[in-house]
């Protein structure tokens, strides 16, 4: 999996900074660029808590994030299923979820980020264009077919405010209407 792009990056980091984003979860740590573009949007006393099934991906994101001189206290790093891990995270806790691993699990990270964000919080999914892949009707891989899942589960949430911006390879972003 590559990290996303510099598009993607900058978005991410003006979503955390619009949320005033104190906490944090990254669904897929990959190597730290999406960790440290949402460090940078979020309040200095916040806390990014990310998940990644890969140690190696967990050990390169903490060498990013210290080496871009971020304070460990800021950063929480969680080995393990992200399914079985973010079930154990607090409701409605988080201000923003962003979810960078298998596509196939996207509509269950996002019914898990649902729960997890604070009304105004905001989820936001990588990769959601899948490199014209998921316009094209002919292209019916699992991924593919799952991000058009997801797409259509948060286009018919009448609890979200959501664009796909056409940043990087797509991302795909919904904020929580308040009650």
């Not at 990959?30 to 990014?48: E, F, H």
């Not at 790093?77 to 691993?101: M, P």
Request: proline content about 4%; hydrophobic content about 45%; overall charge neutral.
């Amino acid at each position: 999996m590559s990290p996303i792009g510099p598009g993607a990056a900058s978005a991410l980091s003006l979503l955390a900074a619009a949320v005033g984003a104190k906490a944090v979860v990254e669904i897929g740590t990959g190597t730290g660029v999406s960790g440290l573009a949402l460090l940078r949007g979020m309040r200095t006393d916040g806390t990014l808590t990310t998940v990644d099934i890969d140690a190696e991906n967990q050990r390169l994101a903490r060498k990013t994030f210290l080496d871009a001189g971020v304070p460990s206290n800021r950063f929480r790093l969680i080995a393990g299923s992200a399914l079985d891990v973010v079930t154990r995270l607090t409701d409605g806790h988080y201000d923003l979820v962003f979810c960078d691993a298998d596509k196939r699990e996207y509509t269950a990270y996002l019914h898990e980020a649902l729960r997890l964000l604070r009304p105004g919080g905001v989820v936001a999914f990588a990769s959601t264009l899948a490199h014209g892949r998921v316009a094209d009707p002919a292209h019916r891989d699992p991924d593919t077919t799952a991000i058009r899942d997801v797409i259509r589960a948060i286009r018919d949430d009448d609890t979200l405010v959501s664009a796909l911006l056409p940043v990087s390879d797509g991302l795909l972003t919904a904020a929580k209407r308040f009650p």
